[in-house]
């Protein structure tokens, strides 16, 4: 079989072995962090804490960090953290003149960036530990086994969980330059995953001991194929623009004039739009929380059911006003075509310069519309998914956030495996072609 040769192939070729193994040995001992409770608490008393976590935007925060959220565990506020701070360096980036010169400087440039991004991190984790504990209090008290009280275990608590996500951060680093993918975006994965075996056998067993049989179940294995195929046409979908080089005369030798092509992508916002829609879904819940008053509860009551209609109208169309925005601020036609004009690169038919950045601006326009309606269409799947009946636990992963990582950081692993493969003269993992990552995504995650 091909899939066993493939696996032989692999494992002759020692720098990728040694690669996947190292992978593996890190994400065990992020797996095995992330069942170690915060000293002194009582891994007894979480049920109501568990109770929170299963739907809402609280759900998604236990879905990234693999469950350690509702462990209460040394790991709990997990790798978003550095994400948040990722975003916000991200686009300080587009809008701050010093950033914009430091990404301009290569390798120290990076490193200052990844520095900031660092202390960014910190100071993040400073504010969302106490707020954690804040709430792990609340639902410890509710479970009638109250949190450790005193200033220091405040703090300590708060060490603690600070460098457990820092320490997280640094097994996504070591992932990446001694394992493989992107470290950072293979633990979201990772985090993911270890939910799907216990939904999927939750949702069997639903279904067979329950209303629907084994008809109904196989029935939403094969739509959650459908969407899973939707997610990789999103993610792989390009528009590919040619560019001719001009010929460079150097001595006696032509050089250049091939012509090569630059990948635009449909949906070149990857999974921010949704990030961003979902940050915002979460206001109306504030809103209702510091207000008394019933005609207030009442409006703002319909936009916290997530299966409800006027939610996920808001939530799609929210998506795609911040897939253009998002778009708009990553995506730059006019430096793009500079840097063609640069390397004496040109769009056959159009000019050079001013023209150019138009004609990108234009192509970008036209694929990023209905590259925002699929996208919108993907991150509504799970409420269609729970409308039909399906179980909370199971439809997180019918699409949204969840899915299109998991596509994308999946087919990046692929593809950084595939050219490992290639580069030794072994057959790919595809008869039909190379595999197809995030070519030219703004984020890995």
Same mark, same amino acid.
């Given at each position: 079989?091909?899939?066993?040769? !493939?696996?032989?192939?692999?494992?002759?070729?020692?720098?990728?072995?040694?690669?996947?193994? *190292?992978?593996?040995?890190?994400?065990?001992?992020?797996?095995?962090?992330?069942?170690?409770?915060?000293?002194?608490?009582?891994?007894? @008393?979480?049920?109501?804490?568990?109770?929170?976590?299963?739907?809402?935007?609280?759900?998604?925060?236990?879905?990234?960090?693999? =469950?350690?959220?509702?462990?209460?565990?040394?790991?709990?506020?997990?790798?978003?953290?550095?994400?948040?701070?990722?975003?916000?360096?991200?686009?300080?980036?587009? @809008?701050?003149? &010093?950033?914009?010169?430091?990404?301009?400087?290569?390798?120290? =440039?990076?490193?200052?960036?990844?520095?900031?991004?660092?202390?960014? *991190?910190?100071?993040?984790?400073?504010?969302?530990?106490?707020?954690?504990?804040?709430?792990?209090?609340?639902?410890?008290?509710?479970?009638?086994?109250?949190?450790? @009280?005193?200033?220091?275990?405040?703090?300590?608590?708060?060490?603690?969980?600070?460098?457990?996500?820092?320490?997280?951060?640094?097994?996504?680093?070591?992932?990446?330059?001694?394992?493989?993918?992107?470290?950072?975006?293979?633990?979201?994965?990772?985090?993911?995953?270890?939910?799907?075996?216990?939904?999927?056998?939750?949702? @069997?067993?639903?279904?067979?001991?329950?209303?629907?049989?084994?008809?109904?179940?196989?029935?939403?294995?094969?739509?959650?194929?459908?969407?899973?195929?939707?997610?990789?046409?999103?993610?792989?979908? *390009?528009?590919?623009?040619?560019?001719?080089?001009?010929?460079?005369?150097?001595?006696?030798? #032509?050089?250049?004039? %091939?012509?090569?092509?630059?990948?635009?992508?449909?949906?070149?916002?990857?999974?921010?739009?949704?990030?961003?829609?979902?940050?915002?879904?979460?206001?109306?819940?504030?809103?209702?929380?510091?207000?008394?008053?019933?005609?207030?509860?009442?409006?703002?009551?319909?936009?916290?059911?997530? *299966?409800?209609?006027? &939610?996920?109208?808001?939530?799609?169309?929210?998506?795609?006003?911040?897939?253009?925005?998002?778009?708009?601020? !990553?995506?730059?036609?006019?430096?793009?075509?500079?840097?063609?004009?640069?390397?004496?690169?040109?769009?056959?038919?159009?000019?050079?310069?001013?023209?150019?950045?138009?004609?990108?601006?234009?192509?970008?326009?036209?694929?990023?519309?209905?590259?925002?309606?699929?996208?919108?269409?993907?991150?509504?799947?799970?409420?269609? %998914?729970?409308?039909?009946?399906?179980?909370?636990?199971?439809?997180?992963?019918?699409?949204?956030?969840?899915?299109?990582?998991?596509?994308?950081?999946?087919?990046?692993?692929? #593809?950084?495996?595939?050219?490992?493969?290639?580069?030794?003269?072994?057959?790919?993992?595809?008869?039909?072609?190379?595999?197809?990552?995030?070519?030219?995504?703004?984020?890995? &995650?």
């Amino acid at each position: 079989m091909r899939a066993v040769e !493939t696996i032989k192939n692999i494992w002759k070729i020692e720098d990728l072995k040694s690669r996947i193994l *190292t992978t593996l040995l890190l994400i065990a001992v992020y797996r095995f962090g992330s069942f170690v409770v915060i000293p002194g608490i009582d891994p007894q @008393a979480l049920t109501a804490l568990q109770n929170q976590t299963k739907g809402g935007l609280m759900a998604l925060i236990d879905m990234f960090s693999g =469950g350690a959220f509702s462990n209460a565990s040394i790991f709990a506020l997990g790798i978003m953290p550095y994400i948040s701070a990722s975003i916000v360096i991200q686009l300080l980036a587009i @809008a701050v003149p &010093y950033f914009q010169k430091l990404q301009r400087e290569g390798e120290s =440039g990076r490193r200052k960036i990844n520095q900031y991004t660092r202390i960014l *991190t910190i100071v993040i984790l400073i504010f969302q530990g106490p707020a954690y504990l804040i709430n792990l209090n609340s639902q410890l008290k509710a479970a009638g086994a109250p949190m450790p @009280a005193g200033f220091w275990f405040i703090v300590s608590s708060t060490v603690i969980l600070a460098a457990g996500s820092m320490f997280i951060m640094w097994l996504g680093e070591r992932i990446t330059d001694k394992g493989v993918g992107n470290g950072i975006s293979f633990i979201i994965l990772v985090g993911i995953i270890a939910r799907l075996p216990k939904s999927l056998l939750q949702e @069997a067993s639903l279904r067979v001991t329950g209303a629907g049989g084994l008809v109904v179940f196989l029935a939403e294995i094969i739509f959650l194929l459908l969407v899973i195929a939707a997610c990789i046409l999103l993610v792989q979908g *390009t528009r590919k623009v040619p560019v001719q080089y001009a010929k460079r005369i150097i001595g006696n030798k #032509q050089y250049g004039g %091939a012509r090569q092509y630059i990948p635009l992508k449909v949906n070149a916002a990857g999974v921010m739009p949704i990030i961003f829609a979902q940050a915002i879904m979460f206001i109306p819940l504030t809103i209702i929380g510091f207000s008394n008053a019933e005609s207030v509860q009442s409006f703002w009551s319909a936009f916290m059911d997530n *299966t409800g209609f006027w &939610y996920n109208l808001v939530f799609g169309v929210l998506i795609i006003v911040f897939t253009w925005f998002y778009t708009a601020i !990553t995506i730059n036609p006019t430096q793009m075509a500079e840097d063609m004009k640069r390397n004496n690169g040109f769009i056959p038919g159009i000019k050079p310069g001013k023209r150019t950045s138009e004609y990108l601006d234009n192509i970008m326009s036209k694929i990023t519309l209905p590259g925002s309606f699929f996208l919108a269409i993907v991150a509504i799947f799970p409420a269609i %998914a729970r409308i039909c009946g399906v179980s909370l636990e199971f439809s997180q992963f019918f699409g949204g956030t969840s899915l299109l990582i998991m596509v994308g950081v999946v087919l990046d692993t692929l #593809q950084q495996v595939e050219s490992h493969l290639l580069m030794r003269h072994y057959d790919g993992l595809l008869k039909s072609g190379k595999i197809k990552g995030r070519t030219g995504a703004v984020a890995a &995650y």
